[in-house]
Nanobody, 122 residues
């Protein structure tokens, strides 16, 4: 069973930086085949995709985080990272890690972490 555990959230001042991590325990060699996402839910809004990295390393970003956030992965550590720079109060929210293997394994092979809180003080 795959479990995603996020860490690294916290309180930071506007303009500061934070890195959140997500370790996928139980994924083993399948991790390198998975598409990994960071989603976030900010106050008053629905959960939205923030950043994505494919199995080949290709990345995509939501417009509001382009140029400020960087997603990366370490397949040997079965871990995905989100480096967040120049944070603003609008980045405050809960950040969720998502592992997607549905394209490889079929429907139902996706997993979510419990989320980590990021709070940016203005």
């Amino acid at each position: 069973q795959v479990q995603l555990v996020e860490s690294g959230g916290g309180l930071v001042q506007a303009g500061g930086s934070l890195r959140v991590s997500c370790e996928a325990s139980g994924a083993g060699n399948m991790f390198r085949l998975a598409r990994m996402d960071w989603h976030r839910q900010t106050p008053g809004k629905e959960r939205e995709l923030g950043a994505r990295i494919g199995s080949g390393g290709r990345t995509n970003y939501e417009d509001s985080v382009k140029g400020r956030f960087t997603i990366s992965r370490d397949n040997a550590k079965t871990t995905v990272y989100l480096q967040m720079n120049n944070l603003t109060a609008e980045d405050t929210g809960v950040y969720y890690c998502h592992l997607d293997l549905e394209r490889i394994m079929g429907p139902g092979y996706e997993y979510w972490g419990h989320g980590t809180q990021v709070t940016v003080s203005s």
